[in-house]
């Protein structure tokens, strides 16, 4: 079978599933067997594949029709245009969140005045470490503590750092959100605070699509009764890390902007929201007041 055939057979499995993108799945799929990227697979589409090509892609096309996310079968997936791996311990990092990494990227260029030495951030609940790994590789001379109650979550998210060459400047702490927190990461040092926690409803996870349901951690899913339990801690508990006039930044689930922006009114100041692509508010910032 020469690529051009496998790329539509492929297409074609995936489609029959139901699933969206089938083209572009069955692509990705093949490119991770063959080892290429997908210009080689349109450029050399009358390559005839191996018979043992042939037979890892469509092993690999009956996992995905069986509701393995490709994610988990590349065992890749790209954020913020870098590289990350990602398995069955950590959240599959999403496109939305790039959302939330470019809003602190740009409140920490627009503080250059204020902030004059070493920039300071702390990823509440790291995952992957998409976010922390590209807050350190997008903002000049910071330093990321990136804290997460998983330690095959850490584990991954360090190899993250290496793979991106920034894990000389991120510290990994294994921590129930603060409570496990070294000493000396107290102290109001931080200039910027973000967290995409579990926001997910407890009750609301059974209905979730089966690739998130199934093979996301419900750890990384699960927050609590009314999805608000982890933005509830983080808030009543950031004053013992952010700095007055520090930045809080979220990641919000579908509904959840005006809740979470309650929670923080009359404890941060110039709260603001932005939404994603598809008119969602997802992200919820606000600053540290100045007097404490």
């Not at 539509?8 to 692509?27: M, Q």
């Not at 496109?95 to 470019?102: A, F, G, H, S, Y």
Request: proline share 4%.
């Amino acid at each position: 079978m020469i690529i051009k055939e496998a790329l539509k057979k492929g297409t074609d499995i995936i489609k029959s599933a139901g699933i969206e993108t089938p083209t572009l799945e069955a692509g990705v799929i093949l490119c991770h067997v063959l080892g290429c990227d997908r210009i080689y697979i349109y450029t050399h589409c009358d390559t005839e594949l191996q018979p043992s090509q042939e037979k890892e892609y469509f092993e690999l096309l009956k996992k995905r029709t069986s509701g393995v996310p490709v994610q988990h079968i590349t065992g890749f997936q790209e954020f913020m245009s870098l590289p990350f791996r990602v398995n069955e311990h950590v959240l599959i990092p999403r496109q939305d969140t790039e959302i939330l990494v470019e809003a602190v990227v740009e409140w920490v260029k627009n503080q250059k005045t204020q902030i004059q030495d070493k920039v300071k951030i702390m990823d509440m609940g790291t995952g992957s470490g998409c976010i922390a790994v590209s807050l350190a590789y997008y903002i000049e001379n910071s330093f990321v503590t990136a804290v997460d109650i998983s330690e095959n979550a850490l584990k991954t998210a360090k190899l993250n750092a290496e793979v991106n060459n920034v894990a000389d400047r991120i510290t990994f702490i294994q921590s129930n959100l603060f409570k496990d927190i070294p000493d000396e990461y107290r102290g109001r040092m931080y200039n910027v605070i973000v967290s995409n926690p579990p926001y997910i409803p407890t009750e609301d996870i059974k209905h979730l699509q089966k690739e998130v349901r199934c093979f996301d951690p419900v750890i990384a899913l699960d927050g609590g009764q009314d999805g608000l339990e982890f933005y509830r801690t983080i808030i009543n508990e950031v004053n013992d890390f952010l700095k007055p006039g520090g930045l809080l930044a979220f990641e919000v689930g579908y509904g959840q902007a005006d809740a979470v922006a309650a929670l923080m009114n009359g404890k941060f100041e110039d709260i603001g929201r932005i939404k994603d692509l598809s008119g969602t508010e997802r992200v919820v910032f606000g600053r540290r007041e100045t007097t404490l």
